[in-house]
């Protein structure tokens, strides 16, 4: 069995580092799109990703699957060599693998762990099965 992991919204607080990085309140979203129009993704930097909040429970929680491999989607070079750097410290050993469409990557013997249910949904209609991680937007 191969645990596929997402990573912003369910270890990182990417939520949470995008309120600090605004400026704005920082309160949990109810709403998944809850910052469209508000970012161009392309241009954060690599300090946004590297240093984004972790989620510590569902990160100490998710370490203890086997055979894991961490689901993200990048926007820019930035977003991989940050996103990248915040594995480094709070998950090493581990590398991203940026893929949108990461349904294309499920099977009956593969978990996919995600905070958004559109995902969770396309990965259980290509054969996998989902684990939604449970958050204020979801």
């Known amino acids: 069995m191969l645990n596929f992991v997402d990573m912003d919204g369910v270890i990182a607080m990417t939520s949470l580092g995008l309120q600090r990085h605004l400026g704005i309140d920082e309160t949990p979203p109810t709403d998944y799109d ?3 129009g508000l970012i161009d993704w392309t241009m954060l930097d690599v300090g946004f990703w590297a240093n984004l909040p972790v989620y510590h429970e569902t990160l100490d929680l998710l370490k203890s699957l086997n055979n894991v491999r961490i689901l993200t989607h990048c926007f820019s070079l930035a977003a ?21 469409e990461k349904w294309l990557l499920a099977a009956p013997d593969r978990y996919l762990w995600d905070d958004y249910p559109i995902q969770i949904d396309a990965w259980v209609d290509a054969g996998g099965v989902g684990e939604l991680v449970d958050r204020s937007w979801n």
């Open 80 to 100: 991989v060599v940050g996103k990248q750097l915040w594995l480094n410290k709070y998950w090493p050993g581990n590398e991203i693998i940026n893929l949108p």
């Open 34 to 36: 809850w910052c469209k």
